[in-house]
């Protein structure tokens, strides 16, 4: 266990940090390249779109609805076991998937096993990054989530040749063992204490029940600036994860072949790795407040989703989705950063995991509808637009935020817990 009464903003930290790309990589990574395995499925059980974009969403959903769980558990037990524990049944719910016989049977392997495994990774990676930096907080977080741009890039192709070659029960248990790598990525995360703050074995079993009861009771959601930020990123989940689900599907419609179709995202997926680091290292660097350069972000990534539809040649669809990646990719850091600065690092662990559980509201929503208009108007024009719609709403939101309109560099809140109604 590190001791120190600052965050180090380096040694170690590092390593954190790799471990959080890692874990990127291997959640976001796959739920990224799932629309490759879309079409099959459909083709498979006969099903409808809406019906089959339920595993995915799913998944998104029980991922951030279980983020206070990991929240509580890491806690409690610390950030490492819990998130092996995650790469275990990540994997676990990807070899059950590889049996399945019907929707169901995915909407529970994949939907809810897999989703749980991503919920117990997620969080914790995330806020252990947040705890050791401070002042390259949001460069360090930038790089920590990248790694979904890259495993995107690599995996969407890689996942077609495994279901070209080995079909698609073959391929998922291939993506099975590449999920059991989260197991190694855990084992990096060493713990990071405040000074004075560790406590003995049989202390900490006292505290069980508080961590958990706090699931029940969670401060901040008396806290109106964390509720503010969080609704708007339920809006914004509602139509971000879209494309990843229906990008393929859609190109296929199109005419491309599969493989053309999954360059799409390919493409997007560098984007968004390139945005992701970007937007990071612009965020601490520009005379800019974060929440106005999130704002920016979330409105460009809305516009970008918007113009999808006019993409009916390849060279144009490929621009706008290139344009799409880079915008998503460089307001998730700025997401995380804000929470930060909104609750305090104390309190980083209870926000993130309170707000992914808001978010799955969203996430449950936002694919099913889109296949749902795709079923009825026949193309996923509709889907798109409604898509960017909610990001753009989502952007709106925020302007509701306390002192959102004042220019001033001014920390959002003291490391004291935050008060019901506190401001920015």
Request: glycine share 12%; hydrophobic share 50%.
């Given at each position: 266990?590190?001791?120190?009464?600052?965050?180090?903003?380096?040694?170690?930290?590092?390593?954190?940090?790799?471990?959080?790309?890692?874990?990127?990589?291997?959640?976001?990574?796959?739920?990224?390249?799932?629309?490759?395995?879309?079409?099959?499925?459909?083709?498979?059980?006969?099903?409808?779109?809406?019906?089959v974009?339920?595993?995915?969403?799913?998944?998104?959903?029980?991922?951030?609805?279980?983020?206070?769980?990991?929240?509580?558990?890491?806690?409690?037990?610390?950030?490492?076991?819990?998130?092996?524990?995650?790469?275990?049944?990540?994997?676990?719910?990807?070899?059950?998937?590889?049996?399945?016989?019907?929707?169901?049977?995915?909407?529970?392997?994949?939907?809810?096993?897999?989703?749980l495994?991503?919920?117990?990774?997620?969080?914790?990676?995330?806020?252990?990054?947040?705890r050791?930096?401070?002042?390259?907080?949001?460069?360090?977080?930038?790089?920590?989530?990248?790694?979904?741009?890259?495993?995107?890039?690599?995996?969407?192709?890689?996942?077609?040749?495994?279901?070209?070659?080995?079909?698609?029960?073959?391929?998922?248990?291939?993506?099975?063992?590449?999920?059991?790598?989260?197991?190694?990525?855990?084992?990096?995360?060493?713990?990071?204490?405040?000074?004075?703050?560790?406590?003995?074995?049989?202390?900490a079993?006292?505290?069980?029940?508080?961590?958990f009861?706090?699931?029940?009771?969670?401060?901040l959601?008396?806290?109106?600036?964390?509720?503010?930020?969080?609704?708007?990123?339920?809006?914004?989940?509602?139509?971000?994860?879209?494309?990843?689900?229906?990008?393929?599907?859609h190109?296929?419609?199109?005419?491309?072949?599969?493989?053309?179709?999954?360059?799409?995202?390919?493409?997007?997926?560098?984007a968004?790795?390139?945005?992701?680091?970007?937007?990071?290292?612009?965020?601490?660097?520009?005379?800019?407040?974060?929440?106005?350069?999130?704002?920016?972000?979330?409105?460009?990534?809305?516009?970008?989703?918007?113009?999808?539809?006019?993409?009916?040649?390849?060279s144009?669809?490929?621009?706008?989705?290139?344009?799409?990646?880079?915008?998503?990719?460089?307001?998730?850091?700025?997401?995380?950063?804000?929470?930060?600065?909104?609750?305090?690092?104390?309190?980083?662990?209870?926000?993130?995991?309170?707000?992914?559980?808001?978010?799955?509201?969203?996430?449950?929503?936002?694919?099913?509808?889109?296949?749902?208009?795709r079923?009825?108007?026949?193309?996923?024009?509709?889907?798109?637009?409604?898509?960017?719609?909610?990001?753009?709403?989502?952007?709106?939101?925020?302007?509701?935020?306390?002192?959102?309109?004042?220019?001033?560099?001014?920390?959002?809140?003291?490391?004291?817990?935050?008060?019901?109604?506190?401001?920015?």
């Open positions: 266990m590190v001791r120190t009464g600052e965050p180090p903003d380096g040694g170690w930290g590092w390593m954190v940090v790799l471990a959080g790309f890692l874990q990127s990589a291997l959640v976001f990574g796959v739920i990224r390249s799932f629309g490759v395995f879309f079409m099959e499925f459909v083709g498979y059980f006969g099903e409808l779109a809406g019906r974009s339920w595993v995915t969403s799913i998944g998104i959903a029980v991922l951030q609805l279980g983020g206070p769980v990991g929240s509580a558990l890491s806690t409690q037990y610390g950030a490492r076991p819990v998130v092996m524990a995650g790469g275990f049944l990540s994997g676990l719910g990807m070899i059950l998937a590889s049996f399945a016989t019907s929707l169901t049977h995915l909407y529970l392997s994949i939907g809810l096993l897999s989703g495994g991503w919920a117990l990774v997620f969080t914790p990676s995330v806020a252990s990054v947040a050791y930096f401070a002042k390259r907080r949001t460069f360090a977080t930038g790089l920590a989530v990248s790694g979904a741009g890259l495993a995107s890039f690599a995996f969407s192709p890689l996942f077609q040749l495994l279901v070209d070659t080995y079909a698609w029960r073959g391929a998922l248990l291939v993506v099975a063992g590449i999920s059991f790598n989260l197991v190694a990525a855990g084992a990096l995360l060493r713990p990071l204490e405040p000074e004075g703050k560790e406590m003995s074995m049989p202390e079993g006292w505290l069980r029940l508080p961590a009861s706090s699931l029940c009771r969670p401060r959601a008396c806290h109106r600036p964390f509720l503010l930020f969080a609704a708007a990123f339920v809006l914004v989940d509602a139509g971000y994860y879209v494309p990843y689900v229906h990008l393929v599907p190109a296929r419609e199109l005419g491309f072949d599969e493989y053309r179709a999954a360059f799409l995202l390919s493409s997007a997926a560098v968004d790795l390139c945005g992701r680091v970007a937007g990071g290292w612009l965020a601490d660097r520009l005379a800019v407040r974060l929440v106005h350069s999130l704002t920016i972000w979330t409105v460009l990534t809305g516009l970008s989703m918007l113009l999808l539809p006019l993409g009916q040649i390849y144009l669809l490929m621009g706008l989705c290139i344009c799409y990646g880079f915008c998503a990719g460089a307001l998730v850091p700025l997401q995380f950063s804000g929470m930060a600065e909104i609750v305090g690092t104390g309190r980083i662990m209870e926000g993130i995991g309170l707000m992914q559980m808001m978010e799955s509201a969203g996430s449950l929503v936002g694919a099913p509808l889109s296949g749902w208009l079923d009825v108007t026949g193309d996923y024009t509709a889907s798109f637009i409604v898509a960017g719609a909610f990001l753009l709403a989502g952007s709106l939101l925020l302007f509701a935020l306390p002192n959102y309109f004042s220019w001033t560099h001014s920390q959002l809140c003291s490391t004291d817990p935050p008060q019901p109604w506190e401001g920015l």
